[in-house]
């Protein structure tokens, strides 16, 4: 068996960013696992990371080049040197906001969020690998000092398993060392009970999680878990921004026993439309694609990987009650459907309940721009509404929203129309 090696180089694209691109040069296999042993892919993670914190990796992900400068001007050439990412999910978080960025590795965009968010806002950085926690926090004091504030914290943890903090977990481990089966035992209560009674992150934490080329380095089969955790610790209202790297076809298994690939980003990339639905699987609504590299980072064995930052939303939980309220689909298409199976067409006053009502027409939804809303003339209190149906899609018929008894008169005077007449 053999494999190829991809060696990056750059050029500008059209729009002034720089790319990555990919010189391929096949040589024997040498770092494939054991085929009769699964691939630790934690211990090639921690491995890589380790020697990327110790010395630059090109070859980790592709560092976007589009950070506000403003914001890098107080980072030490250490940190700037060694940033992996592959996207800036910085760019989207607002002033005041509690952000949790996964995989927070020497911590650059964390220290970018500190200065997003303010004195009033708040960062908290998770990463597992002991290297990459030190380079972070060693500038940690100095940082702080030149932006003026301290609203950052870096965790030890795994991102697939939030609530279990491994700084407590190795205190403990270091007192009660594991020799024995019982003792394993032991082990097992204790991070349970660190889970429930002094979880890392507690539930509906934060304003925003952001992560930056990370998600991918999870093994698939905790990646369901890893999407429901994200979930849990967002508030009501709160948003995900994630950058990742993406392909357009499933990794081949070759590449998924490649301790190299997988810890180079490659083998564990999400299928683009796998990516997609992982987040509405997890519970999020207003799933949309922010940023697309056009070009492809990387292309091994004909398939093609590229870096992808969306955004989704939490909040759509909660039950459905009748309000008399409508919304109206402006378009461009004569129909769109929404991840619950609402169906809206063009024009037309389409019945929702009070919780999709909301959803779709609040100054900050992903669908505001795209929906009228059409409010009831005498307001229904929510403590006197009634369950609504979602499983219909029916219109709305104007004298729900206005009362049958709506006989109101309304004409304008000359004065109101123009020079040329009324329209």
Request: aromatic content about 8%; charged content about 25%; some cysteine.
């Amino acid at each position: 068996m053999r494999k190829i090696r991809a060696f990056p180089t750059t050029k500008r694209a059209k729009d002034g960013k720089q790319i990555c691109l990919i010189r391929k040069e096949t040589t024997p296999l040498a770092t494939t696992a054991d085929p009769g042993q699964p691939l630790n892919v934690e211990g090639a993670v921690i491995d890589r990371y380790a020697q990327g914190a110790a010395q630059v990796q090109p070859a980790l992900c592709c560092p976007t080049d589009g950070y506000d400068p403003k914001y890098l001007d107080v980072l030490p050439d250490e940190i700037l040197e060694k940033d992996y990412g592959c996207g800036d999910p910085s760019k989207y978080v607002d002033d005041g906001d509690i952000v949790i960025d996964l995989g927070s590795g020497g911590g650059k965009i964390c220290y970018i969020l500190s200065q997003k968010v303010g004195p009033n806002g708040r960062v908290l950085g998770v990463d597992f690998n002991d290297a990459m926690l030190d380079l972070a926090r060693r500038h940690q004091a100095d940082i702080a000092s030149k932006i003026g504030h301290d609203n950052v914290q870096f965790l030890k943890g795994r991102i697939q398993d939030l609530q279990l903090d491994l700084e407590r977990a190795e205190s403990w481990l270091q007192q009660h060392p594991v020799t024995t089966a019982n003792d394993m035992i032991a082990m097992e209560s204790e991070c349970a009970r660190l889970r429930s009674e002094e979880p890392l992150i507690a539930e509906g934490t934060a304003d925003v999680v952001v992560s930056n080329c990370v998600l991918n380095l999870v093994r698939q089969e905790q990646k369901q878990q890893l999407f429901s955790e994200i979930f849990r610790v967002l508030k009501k209202g709160g948003r995900a921004v994630i950058s990742d790297i993406v392909s357009d076809e499933f990794p081949t298994t070759a590449m998924q026993n490649d301790p190299e690939l997988w810890s180079g980003c490659i083998s564990g990339a999400f299928q683009e439309h796998e990516f997609l639905q992982m987040f509405a699987d997890a519970g999020f609504y207003g799933i949309e694609v922010l940023e697309r590299q056009a070009e492809p980072w990387q292309v091994v064995d004909g398939i093609e990987f590229r870096s992808l930052t969306v955004r989704a939303w939490k909040g759509k939980e909660g039950p459905c009650l009748e309000r008399n309220q409508a919304v109206i689909y402006r378009g461009p298409f004569s129909q769109v459907k929404d991840d619950d199976g609402h169906t809206y067409y063009r024009g037309k006053r389409m019945a929702v309940c009070d919780k999709t009502f909301r959803i779709l027409t609040a100054d900050n939804s992903p669908y505001s721009a795209f929906f009228d809303p059409v409010e009831p003339l005498d307001d229904i209190p929510l403590d006197q509404a009634l369950p609504f149906n979602c499983a219909t899609n029916a219109t709305r018929d104007p004298r729900q929203t206005k009362g049958q008894d709506y006989s109101e008169t309304r004409l304008t005077n000359g004065d109101a129309c123009g020079p040329d007449g009324c329209c």
